[in-house]
């Protein structure tokens, strides 16, 4: 069974009417909607005011207007919106961007086709449609350096452990290897024949990996620039792939593999089903079927749980140890899944999942469980700044927010903004 959750979307930009609100004497307003699937959907606005308080605190007031929603004023970045109407939505956290990146995307008409951040969050590099990456300071915003030589799309970007080297790959059916110092162009790893869907660093990353539309995974090493195992996994695109290390291994290994012992691939297949495929023994472990096209994956490997998205806009949470029927199922909407990625918070238990969608949903979700088994889940919290548009990517890096409950989360559009929340 899919469980449906109503849910409710506002003006993305819904912070700069409440600032204006509050600088003027007229009140603002911006929009808002709920729906749930199968139900009639309900549409208003907000109404900001503001007030003053006997000990001279001013007061934000939001009042609804021709919809039956509720909404609280949290803070300068956050609401709390809920509905007894359509789908029935419990009060649920909207989050505006803490900050934002506006890359030179925008100025080139490109929008942002992936991105990553280094990790400790210090540096950015993105890449668009016309086959450049820029690289930028996520403080200040400041480009630092960009990095042509791909040709066409750009589909994967992602930094080295140490926050200086970037891996990329494209359309062009190549992955290379950068400086994000000074740009230079040390590698280039030649091997698939149909478009690059994704790549992964192992480990320290002497070896990485890559997916592809030709239907394959392939481990790579950087140095000799060499293929060194082609996992032929579908006749079918692979979508994505989420590489996880699951144990330390002193295992002796063949000539230019280095930490593969123990690393797990979780792979995303336009066929209809996700796989987890052992790097080093060159197995495909786990096959969890579900006859519509996954298009994003997140393992939660110490937790037992693998997250497919799918393109007919359900999230499968499979249990490992059962591999024969999901061990639970949400959707909002058909919009497809874009994309997927656990975020670790400072409580014990599994992981938030962040969801990204086509149109241009993103929001965190809660699993509840009882004796390790996945009993029912919720949305926590809404990250609010896409209108309409495709998430393309989502990354985490540690929190540098004051009390933060979870890692800091960065996203993507097709705006060639970069938001982090």
Not at 16 to 22: Q, T
Not at 205 to 211: E, L, T
Not at 341 to 362: A, F, K, M, N
Request: charged residues 20%.
């Amino acid at each position: 069974m899919v469980n449906v959750f109503g849910y409710i979307s506002i003006q993305p930009d819904w912070t700069v009417d409440v600032g204006a609100a509050l600088e003027s004497s007229e009140p603002g307003k911006f929009w808002v909607s709920a729906y749930k699937l199968g139900e009639d959907s309900i549409h208003g606005h907000i109404q900001v005011s503001k007030s003053v308080s006997a000990d001279g605190t001013t007061l934000v007031n939001l009042t609804a207007v021709d919809a039956a929603i509720t909404a609280e004023y949290v803070g300068p970045l956050q609401l709390r919106l809920s509905s007894a109407s359509t789908g029935t939505v419990t009060p649920v956290i909207h989050t505006a961007p803490r900050s934002t990146v506006a890359c030179s995307q925008i100025a080139r008409g490109t929008g942002v086709r992936s991105f990553d951040v280094s990790r400790y969050g210090g540096l950015m590099v993105a890449g668009g449609d016309d086959g450049v990456l820029d690289v930028y300071n996520t403080q200040s915003g400041q480009h630092r350096v960009s990095l042509e030589g791909h040709i066409g799309d750009i589909t994967s970007c992602v930094f080295f452990p140490s926050g200086q080297v970037v891996l990329s790959a494209g359309t062009d059916l190549r992955l290379r290897v950068w400086s994000a110092s000074d740009g230079t162009n040390p590698a280039t790893l030649i091997g698939h024949t149909a478009a690059i869907t994704d790549t992964a660093i192992v480990g320290l990353g002497k070896n990485v990996v890559s997916s592809s539309k030709d239907g394959t995974l392939r481990l790579w090493h950087c140095g000799s620039a060499t293929v060194l195992h082609t996992f032929d996994l579908s006749k079918l695109h692979l979508n994505a792939i989420d590489l996880v290390a699951t144990k330390e291994s002193e295992e002796e290994l063949p000539a230019n593999e280095f930490e593969t012992a123990g690393k797990i691939a979780a792979v995303a297949c336009e066929d209809g089903r996700a796989l987890l495929v052992d790097l080093r023994s060159r197995e495909t472990t786990a096959v969890f079927a579900s006859g519509v096209p996954v298009r994003a994956v997140a393992y939660a490997h110490a937790h037992g749980l693998l997250f497919a998205g799918r393109s007919d806009g359900v999230v499968d949470v499979w249990s490992t140890d059962e591999p024969a029927a999901p061990a639970y199922a949400f959707k909002r909407n058909n919009s497809p899944i874009s994309a997927l990625r656990l975020v670790q918070r400072s409580e014990d238990g599994p992981p938030l999942l962040c969801v990204g969608t086509e149109d241009g949903q993103l929001y965190l979700v809660a699993l509840e469980t009882t004796g390790g088994k996945v009993t029912s889940a919720q949305v926590v919290e809404e990250l609010v700044a896409f209108d309409v548009d495709p998430i393309t990517q989502i990354r985490t890096a540690p929190s540098t927010a004051p009390g933060a409950s979870r890692q800091s989360i960065w996203a993507s559009g097709r705006t060639g903004k970069v938001h982090e929340f």
